[in-house]
T-cell receptor
Framework: DAGVTQSPTHLIKTRGQQVTLRCSPK?????VSWYQQALGQGPQFIFQ???????QRGNFPDRFSGHQFPNYSSELNVNALLLGDSALYLC????????????FGPGTRLTVL | AQSVTQLGSHVSVSEGALVLLRCNYS??????LFWYVQYPNQGLQLLLK??????LVKGINGFEAEFKKSETSFHLTKPSAHMSDAAEYFC???????????FGAGTRLTVKP
């Protein structure tokens, strides 16, 4: 049983570009949450998706957007990249009724030059 | 809004010594509390969680934590440290119907031979 998978593993972009990160949830899970972890800090909640809709959002600008597909996989899009967007982006999956039990993927390391 | 404070960004212990990682939370409603471990270049792995019931929670790898409402604390302990315990540890909280999991800044545990 595959756990949470994320792609790509690493990504290098330049300021102003756009990026798309992908996440496949653990089998049987229907809810996906995204987190940003800057170097030396704890993860920060970006948003959560369930039934293809954004269920809750953290304190992130509109440059951060997402999508959830019918198969529960999800994408995180970031527009107009800033140097400060460089971070490890973590995806976590859960059941909507049990968001207290989240399984995390290995993350995508985004570097903005 | 809920929040978490981890006291000590870096803790160093000798192999076989007691491990104590401190976490204090702030929440206006009964919280769900979590400890996660992160090894280099990996995602987060759940060590243990408190939701309701018994305040002493046992987790994986010999770790345990005690929820103390009067002290708003959820400290993580392990009686005897192993070299393999060296990692970054994060305390996190969810409150009420809020799906926004808030993480502390993390504590890096070093285990000396």
């Amino acid at each position: 049983d595959a756990g949470v998978t994320q792609s790509p593993t690493h990504l290098i972009k330049t300021r102003g570009q756009q990026v798309t990160l992908r996440c496949s949830p653990k089998s049987g899970h229907d809810t996906v949450s995204w987190y940003q972890q800057a170097l030396g800090q704890g993860p920060q909640f970006i948003f959560q998706y369930y039934e293809e809709e954004e269920r809750q959002r953290g304190n992130f600008p509109d440059r951060f957007s997402g999508h959830q597909f019918p198969n529960y996989s999800s994408e995180l899009n970031v527009n107009a990249l800033l140097l400060g967007d460089s971070a490890l982006y973590l995806c976590a999956s859960s059941l909507v009724a049990r968001t207290d039990t989240q399984y995390f993927g290995p993350g995508t390391r985004l570097t903005v030059l | 809004a809920q929040s978490v404070t981890q006291l000590g960004s870096h803790v160093s212990v000798s192999e076989g010594a007691l491990v104590l990682l401190r976490c204090n939370y702030s929440s206006s409603v009964p919280p769900y509390l979590f400890w996660y471990v992160q090894y280099p270049n990996q995602g987060l792995q759940l060590l243990l969680k408190y939701t309701t019931g018994a305040t002493l929670v046992k987790g994986i790898n010999g770790f345990e934590a005690e929820f103390k409402k009067s002290e708003t604390s959820f400290h993580l302990t392990k009686p005897s440290a192993h070299m393999s315990d060296a990692a970054e540890y994060f305390c996190a909280v969810i409150s009420g119907n809020n799906n926004d999991m808030r993480f502390g800044a993390g504590t890096r545990l070093t285990v000396k031979p």
